[in-house]
T-cell receptor, first 116, second 114 residues
Framework: GAVVSQHPSWVICKSGTSVKIECRSLDFQATTMFWYRQFPKQSLMLMATSNEGSKATYEQGVEKDKFLINHASLTLSTLTVTSAHPEDSSFYIC????????????FGSGTRLTVV | AQTVTQSQPEMSVQEAETVTLSCTYDTSESDYYLFWYKQPPSRQMILVIRQEAYKQQNATENRFSVNFQKAAKSFSLKISDSQLGDAAMYFCAYSDPTASKLTFGTGTRLQVTL
């Protein structure tokens, strides 16, 4: 089945620095990728939708300049948390949809970000 | 906007028994997709089952089946012969025909006891 690889699985960074999270579709081309944020014991909150070669579409309330998303190829999307602060600490998950099919969305394993 | 509601924050079932998780949704679309995802302690999201709204037949995947009531906008998940490995958070999710994004419910935490 479809596999999405997400790295790193966990990262600790200092306040004020930037962190990049990668999401790769390993065996299919992902025309659309999604980035979610999940707080403890809560549901997934969609942050943005990225389409290959175009600008990401951010959900209301998500800071575009803080959460930079790049979908440069059909197999790679990146999320960069810029000037991270402790309140950005969270679990970030990516998912990908293959082409126009809607057989399901394949999720990465998530990244636990801790900002100290 | 579409909404997905899971009214059971927590459920418990004994091993080998059957449990049903509830989900309702709101949409004005006639064609859409519904999903149940499982999130174990590892936090990896795993697709459990998928239902296409234009199909009247309820989807089934081994021990997992759904009761899809389109008119009532209800999409419950039945887990038969529950196993310890079924313990997880279960999220109901909705997607429109363009599959632009998934809308998740708040989740139900399932405990499986011996």
């Amino acid at each position: 089945g479809a596999v999405v690889s997400q790295h790193p699985s966990w990262v600790i960074c200092k306040s004020g620095t930037s962190v990049k999270i990668e999401c790769r579709s390993l065996d299919f081309q992902a025309t659309t990728m999604f980035w979610y944020r999940q707080f403890p014991k809560q549901s997934l909150m969609l942050m943005a939708t990225s389409n290959e070669g175009s600008k990401a579409t951010y959900e209301q309330g998500v800071e575009k300049d803080k959460f930079l998303i790049n979908h440069a190829s059909l197999t790679l999307s990146t999320l960069t948390v810029t000037s991270a602060h402790p309140e950005d600490s969270s679990f970030y998950i990516c998912s990908a949809k293959e082409g126009l099919r809607n057989y399901g969305y394949t999720f990465g394993s998530g990244t636990r970000l801790t900002v100290v | 906007a579409q909404t997905v509601t899971q009214s059971q924050p927590e459920m418990s079932v004994q091993e080998a028994e059957t449990v049903t998780l509830s989900c309702t949704y709101d949409t004005s679309e006639s064609d859409y997709y519904l999903f149940w995802y499982k999130q174990p302690p590892s936090r990896q999201m795993i697709l459990v089952i998928r239902q296409e709204a234009y199909k009247q037949q309820n989807a089934t995947e081994n021990r997992f089946s759904v009761n899809f009531q389109k008119a009532a906008k209800s999409f419950s998940l039945k887990i038969s012969d529950s196993q310890l490995g079924d313990a997880a958070m279960y999220f109901c999710a909705y997607s429109d025909p363009t599959a632009s994004k998934l809308t998740f419910g708040t989740g139900t935490r399932l405990q499986v006891t011996l």
